[in-house]
């Protein structure tokens, strides 16, 4: 398979403009080869103007027109094989093995979204029949389902080159749904990206989707995010990166004559209490956490930064044996020079306040090495210095020592939104710390009992987003099939005809979904 | 029943500040005789920190509790009897029989809620179960449902003194997830909204709720509403009103450091397309349109502004019965002065356009008539005054002349989001018009046919809410038992201990409830 350098806006590629970018491997230390062609401001019009005209088609596709669609994008990103993982390499610095179970990540996904078309759940068909006998007012007959809100930006994720970029869960619920899709490329995986992105042009003409369906734009400045979530015709936005990033976007969203729905996933520290009564447990906690923390040299959004510790005789020997555990593990790339040294500045940031104990091994042979770190802290220190608080992308961790429960209520309360929160313990400790088990709640997404934050489960009841800035908008979630419900709105027929009225909720149940008819869950 | 003129803050009233206002009746032209406290910036932090500590108590209180309490909610309302309904009237210059029917709504809707909570589907609850044999990683448990979000901030309504004001359809949706409600009272009714802060007062004491679960602060200036959005301690916002209120407090929010949502349902000019084929009905739509448009003297948000015929032989015969009809409508008077004023403003705007074509009957004894005005124009000066496209609230709508469906298409395309679109017309006719059914789809929340746009059933089935400025986030509905999903946010909790998790996601279902569990619904 060929690598295209141009943008891909519906089904053609195109390169007007005369500035270009390379990507870089941060393995070798050098330029990727291939130059992209930066989109310029007419050929993201001519996207979204695409998006907008396809949107009308798409719309009106049958839950088994867009199943077969994402399900030909599965099967042309598997085919794609080798060379797909190779340049995934080659942009990230990541192992062979991270790209072959990310790119086995982003094919489940697909394949997970085209079984929820084949169950029809997420149209959510609600029906209350028509009272015409009722007093003083007959009762009009009422059904209401879930619709595409329009054309949708994606924004790739600079840590996720497959599963979070361009044929990645937000753009794989988007078209589930019927939302046309732009993606604003990730300018560290740009190649990646166009391999991806053959594999969705190819699939959208297999099963005849209308063009526009899908664009892919380049870009390694600003701007060209910022004219796409500024555009009239764009009804919606999924994003995974920084919280200054996800902000800026945010705001201007928010600021159009038509404020439409960002949902950025950001920024998150992902609280870890330790109870004494865990450190029963100490060793496999400890060799547990020396490898939370350095998975995929901590760049994941779920990454444990932050672990409280209640004081106990038995921390030394927790902490001694996780400094042991990190240092037998070695050293990884981090994906780019610049992530690298926003890694630094952070970690130059916490030593200012807190006490390096604990290192993974060095790598020399490395340009950009992700050290992995941990500090420690004692509670007041923490709490006074809000910087504390604040994500160090990458693979570093800051112990904070309490010295009992009450002292980490306030502080838990203090912190910022988060995607997880963590308790390590037993059942009966968990009951002597109720209060610290509602307060994090009260900062989370998705609480943890005994286990590590990173590892994101791609089911039904997980909730990945919590309150701001670990997302924008906590009421949704980024993964999972529900991560659907972000690109919907529900319309409601009133008197409609029933020959007009959409499949899912004809009287006939032709497509055989659930549906809940005056308030009770049936089939019929 | 004493008529109080303090702010309730938690369990207590309030009146700190010197300023005070009176609410006036338009049919007497002459104030009220109570003096409100304007609330100061200290009662409202005050409110606001009562709400916060209240939170922690009041989310963990049962469906059943809060059940209760919004059914002692209904009653103390009920038991509130004629002297709510003749404050009402005093506040409003509505008649008592409109005073009755927004009551029995106010009190259906509280039951409403109450029976949501009964049969709690509202929590959604998901289990995905372990599998700790899968490879290469073990499949953990996960168990998510819907918690409240936080305290919530309600914006009462000038034109639903009752039923989208203080025990209205936002407060009763937020009191019944378990998020403690600040009710910033409208100015036009303040006395109505005392009653039934007693009423609500006494039910939180009857069962047991904590103090802080419901405030109801006064102020006839904008300062107080803006303080409370800003509030970091409010979670949440519900709003119905102006175009000009509702964006100025959505910004407000989404500049906040923690942006939070806010739904706030705004203007609609409601468009309703009238086809040759329905003119075979033309007496009956003639009578029942004249009714809708001067129905409540046009002050709500359904009102049908913009009428679409396609030009047909018996158009005439239409527009003159239309004439007839509204002739035999005497004026009633509108809420406030100010409203008056406002729609007076805007009668004379539409004036500077289209012609004058009938008007409903006069009444001299009024000093504000809201008088029925129907205007018409032709289909290409409407398209060129976007000025015509927006919403005079009150009694008046403006019928837009159009040659043929191609060229009403494009202006149904132009306008701005609304919350319903109505199509008159036979199903064959319905057939032909198939591109702009799709058109109006993408503009409103609600689809009518054969109907009239006034008159929004509360029930399940209901979308209430359509894309900007109709409403903020046309994800979501402000009537029905969904509204409650406008305060909610998922939560999972992973390997969580059986004996800590919420009752919804405990293995022995002690609530009962269906439960999607490994993608399957059951009650198992």
């Given at each position: 398979?060929?690598?295209?350098?141009?943008?891909l806006?519906?089904?053609?590629?195109?390169?007007?403009?005369s500035?270009?970018?390379?990507?870089?491997?941060?393995?070798?230390?050098?330029?990727?080869?291939?130059?992209?062609?930066?989109?310029?401001?007419a050929?993201?019009?001519l996207?979204?103007?695409?998006?907008?005209?396809?949107?009308?088609?798409?719309?009106?596709?049958?839950?088994k027109?867009?199943?077969?669609?994402l399900?030909a994008?599965?099967?042309?990103?598997?085919?794609?094989?080798?060379?797909?993982?190779?340049t995934?390499?080659?942009?990230?610095?990541?192992?062979?093995?991270?790209?072959?179970?990310?790119?086995?990540?982003t094919?489940?996904?697909?394949?997970?979204?085209?079984k929820?078309l084949?169950?029809?759940?997420?149209?959510e068909?609600?029906?209350d029949?028509?009272?015409?006998?009722?007093s003083?007012?007959?009762?009009?007959?009422?059904?209401?389902l879930?619709?595409p809100?329009?054309?949708?930006?994606?924004?790739?994720?600079?840590?996720?080159p497959?599963?979070?970029?361009?044929?990645?869960?937000?753009t794989?619920?988007a078209?589930?749904?019927?939302?046309?899709?732009?993606?604003?490329?990730?300018?560290?995986?740009?190649?990646?990206?166009?391999?991806?992105?053959?594999?969705?042009?190819?699939?959208?003409?297999?099963?005849?989707?209308?063009?526009?369906?899908?664009?892919?734009?380049?870009?390694?400045?600003?701007?060209?995010?910022?004219?796409?979530?500024?555009?009239p015709?764009?009804?919606?936005?999924?994003f995974?990166?920084?919280?200054?990033?996800?902000t800026a976007?945010?705001?201007?969203?928010?600021n159009?004559?038509?404020?439409?729905?960002?949902?950025?996933?950001?920024?998150?520290?992902?609280?870890?209490?330790?109870?004494?009564?865990?450190?029963?447990?100490?060793?496999?906690?400890?060799?547990?956490?020396?490898?939370?923390?350095?998975?995929?040299?901590?760049?994941f959004?779920?990454?444990p930064?932050?672990?409280?510790?209640i004081?106990?005789?038995?921390?030394?020997t927790?902490?001694?044996?996780?400094?042991?555990e990190l240092?037998?593990?070695?050293?990884?790339?981090?994906?780019?020079?610049?992530?690298?040294?926003?890694?630094?500045?952070?970690?130059?940031?916490?030593?200012e306040?807190?006490?390096?104990?604990?290192?993974?091994?060095?790598?020399?042979?490395?340009?950009?090495?992700?050290?992995?770190s941990?500090?420690?802290?004692?509670a007041?220190?923490?709490?006074?210095?809000?910087?504390?608080?604040?994500e160090?992308?990458?693979?570093?961790?800051?112990?904070?020592?309490c010295q009992?429960?009450?002292?980490?209520?306030?502080?838990?309360q203090?912190?910022?939104?988060?995607?997880t929160?963590?308790?390590?313990?037993t059942t009966?400790?968990?009951?002597q710390?109720?209060?610290?088990?509602?307060?994090?709640?009260?900062?989370?997404?998705?609480?943890?009992?005994?286990?590590?934050?990173?590892?994101v489960?791609?089911?039904?009841?997980?909730?990945?987003?919590?309150?701001?800035?670990?997302?924008t908008?906590?009421?949704?979630?980024?993964?999972?099939?529900?991560?659907?419900?972000?690109?919907?709105r529900?319309i409601s027929?009133?008197?409609?005809?029933?020959?007009?009225?959409?499949?899912?909720?004809?009287?006939?149940?032709?497509?055989?979904?659930?549906?809940?008819?005056?308030?009770?869950w049936?089939?019929?």
């Amino acid at each position: 398979m060929e690598l295209r350098t141009e943008n891909l806006i519906g089904f053609d590629y195109s390169a007007k403009g005369s500035k270009k970018f390379q990507s870089f491997n941060p393995l070798t230390n050098a330029s990727n080869p291939w130059e992209f062609s930066v989109a310029t401001a007419a050929e993201c019009q001519l996207a979204t103007q695409k998006a907008a005209k396809a949107f009308e088609i798409y719309q009106q596709t049958s839950l088994k027109d867009r199943s077969k669609f994402l399900r030909a994008i599965a099967q042309n990103i598997t085919d794609l094989g080798p060379h797909l993982l190779e340049t995934y390499c080659l942009e990230s610095g990541l192992a062979m093995g991270r790209a072959q179970g990310e790119c086995a990540r982003t094919i489940g996904q697909l394949e997970g979204f085209a079984k929820a078309l084949d169950s029809g759940q997420y149209l959510e068909p609600t029906i209350d029949t028509a009272d015409p006998s009722r007093s003083p007012i007959p009762k009009v007959d009422l059904r209401k389902l879930n619709q595409p809100i329009g054309p949708i930006v994606v924004f790739g994720a600079s840590n996720f080159p497959l599963a979070y970029s361009t044929a990645g869960g937000d753009t794989a619920s988007a078209l589930a749904v019927g939302c046309p899709v732009i993606v604003k490329a990730h300018p560290m995986h740009p190649a990646t990206g166009s391999l991806v992105t053959t594999a969705i042009l190819q699939a959208a003409q297999q099963t005849g989707m209308p063009d526009g369906v899908f664009s892919n734009l380049n870009s390694n400045t600003f701007e060209l995010g910022q004219q796409l979530v500024q555009d009239p015709r764009i009804k919606g936005v999924g994003f995974t990166g920084s919280v200054s990033g996800g902000t800026a976007l945010y705001q201007l969203a928010q600021n159009r004559t038509e404020p439409i729905p960002v949902f950025a996933e950001m920024g998150s520290v992902n609280p870890v209490v330790v109870l004494p009564e865990a450190l029963d447990q100490s060793d496999s906690w400890a060799k547990s956490y020396a490898s939370s923390i350095t998975l995929g040299s901590g760049q994941f959004c779920t990454n444990p930064g932050l672990i409280f510790c209640i004081e106990n005789p038995k921390l030394d020997t927790f902490i001694e044996t996780l400094k042991k555990e990190l240092s037998t593990i070695e050293a990884n790339s981090m994906l780019h020079p610049s992530i690298h040294k926003s890694f630094e500045r952070g970690r130059a940031t916490v030593e200012e306040n807190a006490t390096l104990i604990g290192q993974s091994k060095g790598n020399e042979s490395l340009s950009y090495p992700g050290r992995g770190s941990i500090y420690q802290v004692d509670a007041s220190t923490f709490a006074n210095n809000p910087r504390l608080h604040q994500e160090v992308f990458g693979p570093l961790s800051l112990l904070v020592r309490c010295q009992n429960i009450e002292e980490l209520i306030p502080i838990i309360q203090s912190l910022e939104g988060q995607l997880t929160g963590t308790i390590l313990g037993t059942t009966s400790a968990i009951k002597q710390a109720s209060k610290l088990v509602e307060v994090l709640k009260s900062r989370v997404g998705r609480l943890i009992f005994n286990g590590v934050p990173t590892g994101v489960e791609v089911c039904t009841a997980m909730q990945h987003g919590g309150p701001f800035p670990a997302s924008t908008d906590p009421r949704f979630t980024a993964v999972g099939v529900h991560s659907m419900k972000r690109w919907l709105r529900p319309i409601s027929y009133q008197n409609w005809p029933d020959e007009f009225l959409p499949e899912a909720l004809k009287a006939s149940n032709p497509l055989g979904l659930w549906r809940l008819i005056d308030n009770q869950w049936t089939k019929n």
